[in-house]
Structures are given as structure tokens and as C-alpha cells.
């Protein structure tokens, strides 16, 4: 027998914990030879395939294989840490601290290139299908079609195989550490009782109720400048949740006598008080990978899904035209919409004077107080009513929740041409009257009497129209909107002088629709990820279960109560984690709510609900695996 025949028969005794470990790496080689296959795939050269999806499948090739190279490092870990005392009596038997490290190297790699070549044959059965997704993603007029690539091929083996061998060759220095007799009583050395800090869960209860305080009162400004730091409260918040306040909770709970002393809860709660603090780190990370899957595929799925509203709603003109096109007179542009079968429903030209608010420096559009009201069409909430020298201050950005605001004594400066006009400033209204262009996202309206006096001082130069229409289906409206755009850059340089909803919605489509794309597989990816965590976790600790079955059951516990004690355990290592990842994706969700200025639960629901599927299938599949395992050994001659 050599080296490389007893790291086979290693194998084979331990599958049941490889197992989780060679699916997961499966899983990761299948994902990254379907990515690297596109990256490699002609269609790139093809002007259909946006550069940002493209950026973005290099993002999430980087993800993947760093997401591997976490994954597989911290199972190797895991395994030798569980086999602690299978390496000491290795060299007790007389077989050096070189030729184990060769051992756990060649076990590695069996698992590693078997990994590679059933995830490389996946990636190869299922790229076509992978193809098509991405077509129907990206709205391409013709599929992508089904190509190999050698290039993709070379990397995803290559890669693995480097990753793999070096994680492997890494860990001969954790085991050289340590010395026979500390492997061996690293089985046998006595746990000391978890403890808690009180001013820790303190700080615990601060971080998160202040994290979650911002996340549930931010709008869309704070949301940009508050966003690192509530994920840092969060981070800080979760980890002295598993380290502090979860041994605080089970003290409070073994201090009430009617409970502790209930059924099997002493038990329970004394050993689960070991288990969280013991397992800490890693329900801190599989609490953190959950809520952010849950957060990016719940607002990605629900831009995409939303992309139609979010369009309507953030352009109230289905085409707006800052100044004329090409000489473009009104009538003519009316032939044109007939010419590609468009129903005008709807039509406004509404005079501007470009003016500056000098103390502010901010450059704003003046508008009559008539055009206003007629714009608003909700004049009962938006209503005006100014008086000569007075004006209304108007955030058409749409950057914050629609409000009126009633001001007093603030007074402003209004440069236009050589003249400069004082007015009193009595409104500041939030509410989107109009397309977005560089000059329509501040309005200030004036009396009509007042704008048509300011209109006759106001050199050209800083008058402007804006030609606004609604149709009876803007999705028609492509062909019209690629020639407008063409002949506005011709003419200005740009193509921002013209607004539509039809261009939005793309933009918004193509920006999301590959983000829900790959979100979704990068979910699935991390899950299955924290799974395999939690079950190397919990396999790692079945020779203590063992012994703990055998003496309770010595000293009259039944072997029912044995097995609900187990399940009870396994069952709180993988929901508290799915718990607390809820209830952070619901506060995050809440505050990205401000996004689309409606609640968005349905389709977070959605998305909870099926990840709870998948990890509910992993935690069953877990409990079945160790449950067998642990009544294999009990149940044999040698437990008696």
C-alpha cells in the first residue's frame, strides 16, 4: 500500500463529509466554465452585447473564483481540525509529519479533480442552455449559438487545479504546528464555560437597533451617504449578536427555573450554549451571506421586474424635446410620430427662462404659474397661489419623496442677462413635473404676469422651449427615439436634449436584467456555500455527539429524547442564521423601498420563500446524513 492508495481509501471511509465539499466545489467549477465560456464565446465581438454586461461577467467570474478559494480553504481547514486525532495516531504508528501533509494532499486532490471533471462536463451539457437564457436576458434579436471554448476549457482547469494545490500544500503548515500530544488532547481538553460581556451586548443591541433605526427612516439622499456605515453596524452588531448576546440570552433562560427545568431544555440549553459560542464565526458569515443574497436578488428581480413603472414614472412625458431639432417645427415632428404609428394623446410647449439664484449658484428654470398648474395635473396637492415678487421653488429631480413646504421670510436673487430680481420665496415643492434634462431638474415658477415681463428682458440665449409629449403606447416609440437621438447629436453634440420612456426603460432593463441574471446563480452559489459550512460544522463535532448519546443514554435518557435533543440542534445552527439574514434583508429592503417609493414585500417574499426551499432541502438532506451516521455508531457493538 502507498501513500496515494490509503488517501483513496481516506476518501472513500469519509465521503459522507466530502460529500457536501464536492458538490459545492462542483458547483463553483460548473459556474465558472459557463462564465468563462461567454467571456470566451465570438458573440463578444458582436455590438449587441452591452460593454456593461460584459464588465459585469468579469465581476462575477472575479466573485466566483475568490468565493472558491474562501470555500475551499475554510473546508480544508474544517477536515483537518475534524481528523485532528486520525493524524496524531498516524504518526503515533510511526509515519512522519511529511508523509501525512502527502497523504492530506493527495486526499484533496482526488476530491478536487473529481470536482473539476464532472463540473467541466455540467458546464459543457448545460452551456447551451445557459446561451439562451443570456439571449432572452439581453433581447437578442438571434440566440446566441453553441460554441466550445478551449480557452475557457484551459482556464477553468488550470485555475481549479492551482487553487487546489496550493490550498492543499498550505495546510502540511498547520499540521507541522502541532505536536502529537496536542492533537491528541485537542480531543480530550476541557471547554470553559462561555461568558459574556455586559457593555458587549450593550453595544450589540446599539449597533443593531441603530443600524436598523437608519435603514427603516433613510430616503434616497441618506441613503447614498449612510449605506457603508449601517453595514458596518451591521457587521459589527451581528458578530457580538453570536458571541455575546446569544450566551446572554441562553443565562437569562437557565436562570428560569420553569423553563430550564422543562422536558430536555437543560440539556438543550447547555449544550446549545457551547454550540453558538463555539460556532460563532461561522453563523456570523452564513448570517451575512444570506442577507445580502436575499437583499441583491430581491431589488435586482424587482427592477426588472418593475422596469415598465419605474420608466413611467420617472419620465411623466413619453418624449421630451429640449429646443427643436434640425429646424423640426411642431408640425413637422407631428407627421413624423404618423409616420411611425404613433398616437399623440397629449401635448405641451412650455416657455423657460434660464436663470441663475445667485447666493444658491444653482442654475433654475423659470415657469409661469399657468404652465405649472396645467403641468402638475394634481393642482389639489401641488396647487399655488403666488403673488407678484413671490416664487415657488420646484425639485423636479426625483432624488427625494414628493413634499410641499411652506417657507417664510427667505428671500432670493435671480440673475438674468445684466438684470438681477429679487423675490420672496414662499414654496419648496418635491414632485416630478417632467423629464430629466440638464436644465428641467430645477423649476422656479413665477406669476404669469411676472415670467412675461422677465421673458421681454431675457436675452435668447437663455430662453428655451421644451416640447413634451404623451402617446397612446410609447412602446412603439423605438424607431422615433433612435432618430431624434441621432439628429440631437448631430446638432448639439449629444443626445441629451431628448428624453424618453422608451429610452429609460431599456436603460434600466439592460442594467438589471443581467444583474437579476446573475444574482440568482451567484444566490444559489453562496447558499449552497453556507450550507456546506454548516454541515462540515456539525460533522465536525459528531464524535463528541456520539459520546454525549452514549453516556446520556446510560443514565436513562431515551433514545427519542436523544434524537429530538439532535434534530432541536441541528435545526436552531441553520435557522438562527436564515433569522437573522431575514430580518437584515428586511430592514435593507425597506430602505432600498425608497428607490421605487412603494413597499416591494411581494417580491422580497418571493424570493425568501424559495431560498427557504433550497436551504430547507439542504438542512433535511444534513439532518438525515448526521442522524444516520449517529445511530450507525450508537447502535454498534462497540458503543455498548
Same mark, same amino acid.
Given at each position: 500500500?502507498?501513500?496515494?492508495?490509503?488517501?483513496?481509501?481516506?476518501?472513500?471511509?469519509?465521503?459522507?463529509?466530502?460529500?457536501?465539499?464536492?458538490?459545492?466545489?462542483?458547483?463553483?467549477?460548473?459556474?465558472?466554465?459557463?462564465?468563462?465560456?461567454?467571456?470566451?464565446?465570438?458573440?463578444?465581438?458582436?455590438?449587441?452585447?452591452?460593454?456593461?454586461?460584459?464588465?459585469?461577467?468579469?465581476?462575477?467570474?472575479?466573485?466566483?473564483?475568490?468565493?472558491?478559494?474562501?470555500?475551499?480553504?475554510?473546508?480544508?481547514?474544517?477536515?483537518?481540525?475534524?481528523?485532528?486525532?486520525?493524524?496524531?495516531?498516524?504518526?503515533?504508528?510511526?509515519?512522519?509529519?511529511?508523509?501525512?501533509?502527502?497523504?492530506?494532499?493527495?486526499?484533496?486532490?482526488?476530491?478536487?479533480?473529481?470536482?473539476?471533471?464532472?463540473?467541466?462536463?455540467?458546464?459543457?451539457?448545460?452551456?447551451?442552455?445557459?446561451?439562451?437564457?443570456?439571449?432572452?436576458?439581453?433581447?437578442?434579436?438571434?440566440?446566441?449559438?453553441?460554441?466550445?471554448?478551449?480557452?475557457?476549457?484551459?482556464?477553468?482547469?488550470?485555475?481549479?487545479?492551482?487553487?487546489?494545490?496550493?490550498?492543499?500544500?498550505?495546510?502540511?503548515?498547520?499540521?507541522?504546528?502541532?505536536?502529537?500530544?496536542?492533537?491528541?488532547?485537542?480531543?480530550?481538553?476541557?471547554?470553559?464555560?462561555?461568558?459574556?460581556?455586559?457593555?458587549?451586548?450593550?453595544?450589540?443591541?446599539?449597533?443593531?437597533?441603530?443600524?436598523?433605526?437608519?435603514?427603516?427612516?433613510?430616503?434616497?439622499?441618506?441613503?447614498?451617504?449612510?449605506?457603508?456605515?449601517?453595514?458596518?453596524?451591521?457587521?459589527?452588531?451581528?458578530?457580538?449578536?453570536?458571541?455575546?448576546?446569544?450566551?446572554?440570552?441562553?443565562?437569562?433562560?437557565?436562570?428560569?427555573?420553569?423553563?430550564?427545568?422543562?422536558?430536555?431544555?437543560?440539556?438543550?440549553?447547555?449544550?446549545?450554549?457551547?454550540?453558538?459560542?463555539?460556532?460563532?464565526?461561522?453563523?456570523?458569515?452564513?448570517?451575512?451571506?444570506?442577507?445580502?443574497?436575499?437583499?441583491?436578488?430581491?431589488?435586482?428581480?424587482?427592477?426588472?421586474?418593475?422596469?415598465?413603472?419605474?420608466?413611467?414614472?420617472?419620465?411623466?412625458?413619453?418624449?421630451?424635446?429640449?429646443?427643436?431639432?434640425?429646424?423640426?417645427?411642431?408640425?413637422?415632428?407631428?407627421?413624423?410620430?404618423?409616420?411611425?404609428?404613433?398616437?399623440?394623446?397629449?401635448?405641451?410647449?412650455?416657455? =423657460?427662462? /434660464?436663470?441663475?439664484?445667485? @447666493? !444658491? &449658484?444653482?442654475?433654475?428654470?423659470?415657469?409661469? +404659474? $399657468?404652465? #405649472?398648474?396645467?403641468?402638475?395635473?394634481?393642482?389639489?396637492?401641488?396647487?399655488?397661489?403666488?403673488?407678484?415678487?413671490?416664487?415657488?421653488?420646484?425639485?423636479?429631480?426625483?432624488?427625494?419623496?414628493?413634499?410641499?413646504?411652506?417657507?417664510?421670510?427667505?428671500?432670493?436673487?435671480?440673475?438674468?442677462?445684466?438684470?438681477?430680481?429679487?423675490?420672496?420665496?414662499?414654496?419648496?415643492?418635491?414632485?416630478?413635473?417632467?423629464?430629466?434634462?440638464?436644465?428641467?431638474?430645477?423649476?422656479?415658477?413665477?406669476?404669469?404676469?411676472?415670467?412675461?415681463?422677465?421673458?421681454?428682458?431675457?436675452?435668447?440665449?437663455?430662453?428655451?422651449?421644451?416640447?413634451?409629449?404623451?402617446?397612446?403606447?410609447?412602446?412603439?416609440?423605438?424607431?422615433?427615439? =433612435?432618430? /431624434?437621438?441621432?439628429?440631437? @447629436? !448631430? &446638432?448639439?453634440?449629444?443626445?441629451?436634449?431628448? +428624453? $424618453?420612456? #422608451?429610452?429609460?426603460?431599456?436603460?434600466?432593463?439592460?442594467?438589471?436584467?443581467?444583474?437579476?441574471?446573475?444574482?440568482?446563480?451567484?444566490?444559489?452559489?453562496?447558499?449552497?456555500?453556507?450550507?456546506?459550512?454548516?454541515?462540515?460544522?456539525?460533522?465536525?463535532?459528531?464524535?463528541?455527539?456520539?459520546?454525549?448519546?452514549?453516556?446520556?443514554?446510560?443514565?436513562?435518557?431515551?433514545?427519542?429524547?436523544?434524537?429530538?435533543?439532535?434534530?432541536?440542534?441541528?435545526?436552531?445552527?441553520?435557522?438562527?442564521?436564515?433569522?437573522?439574514?431575514?430580518?437584515?434583508?428586511?430592514?435593507?429592503?425597506?430602505?432600498?423601498?425608497?428607490?421605487?417609493?412603494?413597499?416591494?414585500?411581494?417580491?422580497?417574499?418571493?424570493?425568501?420563500?424559495?431560498?427557504?426551499?433550497?436551504?430547507?432541502?439542504?438542512?433535511?438532506?444534513?439532518?438525515?446524513?448526521?442522524?444516520?451516521?449517529?445511530?450507525?455508531?450508537?447502535?454498534?457493538?462497540?458503543?455498548?
Amino acid at each position: 500500500m502507498n501513500l496515494r492508495s490509503l488517501a483513496f481509501k481516506n476518501v472513500k471511509h469519509h465521503m459522507r463529509s466530502y460529500l457536501a465539499y464536492f458538490l459545492s466545489c462542483t458547483f463553483s467549477v460548473w459556474m465558472f466554465y459557463l462564465y468563462a465560456s461567454l467571456l470566451f464565446h465570438p458573440i463578444l465581438q458582436s455590438k449587441e452585447i452591452p460593454k456593461q454586461f460584459m464588465a459585469l461577467m468579469f465581476l462575477v467570474e472575479g466573485m466566483v473564483g475568490l468565493f472558491s478559494i474562501l470555500f475551499i480553504g475554510y473546508s480544508q481547514s474544517a477536515f483537518l481540525r475534524n481528523r485532528k486525532h486520525d493524524l496524531g495516531l498516524l504518526q503515533c504508528l510511526g509515519m512522519s509529519v511529511k508523509h501525512v501533509t502527502r497523504i492530506i494532499f493527495w486526499e484533496n486532490m482526488m476530491v478536487g479533480c473529481l470536482a473539476i471533471g464532472v463540473g467541466v462536463c455540467l458546464g459543457l451539457v448545460f452551456s447551451k442552455l445557459f446561451y439562451l437564457l443570456v439571449s432572452v436576458v439581453l433581447d437578442l434579436t438571434e440566440p446566441i449559438s453553441f460554441a466550445i471554448s478551449f480557452q475557457a476549457l484551459g482556464l477553468t482547469i488550470v485555475g481549479f487545479l492551482l487553487i487546489f494545490s496550493l490550498l492543499s500544500w498550505w495546510s502540511r503548515f498547520t499540521i507541522r504546528k502541532q505536536s502529537i500530544a496536542d492533537l491528541f488532547r485537542e480531543a480530550v481538553k476541557e471547554k470553559p464555560a462561555p461568558a459574556f460581556s455586559t457593555w458587549k451586548v450593550v453595544l450589540s443591541l446599539l449597533c443593531l437597533g441603530g443600524a436598523y433605526f437608519l435603514a427603516w427612516t433613510a430616503d434616497l439622499k441618506s441613503l447614498v451617504q449612510q449605506f457603508v456605515f449601517i453595514f458596518l453596524l451591521v457587521l459589527i452588531g451581528t458578530q457580538l449578536l453570536f458571541t455575546q448576546l446569544s450566551v446572554a440570552i441562553i443565562d437569562y433562560l437557565q436562570k428560569k427555573k420553569p423553563v430550564f427545568y422543562h422536558g430536555t431544555n437543560l440539556i438543550l440549553l447547555s449544550q446549545l450554549r457551547f454550540r453558538l459560542k463555539d460556532n460563532a464565526r461561522i453563523l456570523f458569515m452564513v448570517s451575512i451571506l444570506c442577507s445580502v443574497v436575499l437583499t441583491s436578488v430581491s431589488v435586482c428581480f424587482t427592477y426588472y421586474i418593475e422596469a415598465e413603472k419605474v420608466a413611467t414614472d420617472q419620465t411623466p412625458f413619453h418624449l421630451s424635446i429640449e429646443g427643436n431639432i434640425q429646424g423640426m417645427s411642431p408640425q413637422e415632428m407631428e407627421q413624423h410620430f404618423k409616420h411611425q404609428g404613433l398616437q399623440v394623446i397629449q401635448e405641451e410647449h412650455v416657455p =423657460l427662462i /434660464l436663470a441663475q439664484m445667485q @447666493k !444658491e &449658484k444653482q442654475m433654475v428654470s423659470l415657469m409661469s +404659474q $399657468s404652465d #405649472y398648474q396645467r403641468l402638475t395635473g394634481n393642482p389639489a396637492t401641488y396647487a399655488l397661489s403666488l403673488h407678484l415678487g413671490e416664487m415657488a421653488f420646484i425639485d423636479s429631480s426625483g432624488m427625494a419623496k414628493d413634499k410641499v413646504e411652506t417657507l417664510s421670510n427667505k428671500r432670493v436673487n435671480v440673475k438674468i442677462g445684466d438684470r438681477t430680481n429679487s423675490f420672496q420665496l414662499v414654496k419648496h415643492v418635491v414632485h416630478r413635473i417632467w423629464n430629466e434634462h440638464a436644465k428641467t431638474k430645477f423649476f422656479a415658477v413665477v406669476t404669469d404676469q411676472q415670467f412675461n415681463q422677465l421673458k421681454k428682458w431675457a436675452p435668447d440665449s437663455q430662453q428655451l422651449t421644451i416640447h413634451a409629449y404623451r402617446f397612446s403606447d410609447w412602446k412603439k416609440s423605438k424607431g422615433l427615439v =433612435l432618430d /431624434l437621438d441621432r439628429l440631437a @447629436k !448631430e &446638432k448639439k453634440g449629444d443626445a441629451y436634449h431628448v +428624453q $424618453s420612456t #422608451y429610452e429609460l426603460y431599456q436603460a434600466v432593463k439592460e442594467i438589471f436584467s443581467p444583474l437579476m441574471f446573475v444574482s440568482l446563480f451567484i444566490g444559489v452559489l453562496f447558499f449552497l456555500g453556507a450550507g456546506s459550512i454548516l454541515y462540515f460544522r456539525i460533522f465536525t463535532e459528531l464524535p463528541s455527539d456520539v459520546k454525549q448519546w452514549v453516556v446520556l443514554h446510560k443514565i436513562g435518557m431515551r433514545k427519542k429524547e436523544g434524537i429530538f435533543l439532535l434534530k432541536a440542534q441541528i435545526f436552531l445552527l441553520f435557522s438562527i442564521p436564515f433569522v437573522v439574514g431575514i430580518c437584515h434583508a428586511s430592514a435593507a429592503m425597506h430602505m432600498f423601498s425608497a428607490l421605487f417609493k412603494k413597499p416591494i414585500w411581494d417580491i422580497y417574499g418571493m424570493s425568501v420563500l424559495a431560498y427557504m426551499v433550497i436551504y430547507g432541502l439542504y438542512y433535511g438532506w444534513t439532518k438525515r446524513m448526521y442522524m444516520h451516521d449517529v445511530l450507525k455508531y450508537v447502535n454498534s457493538p462497540q458503543s455498548e
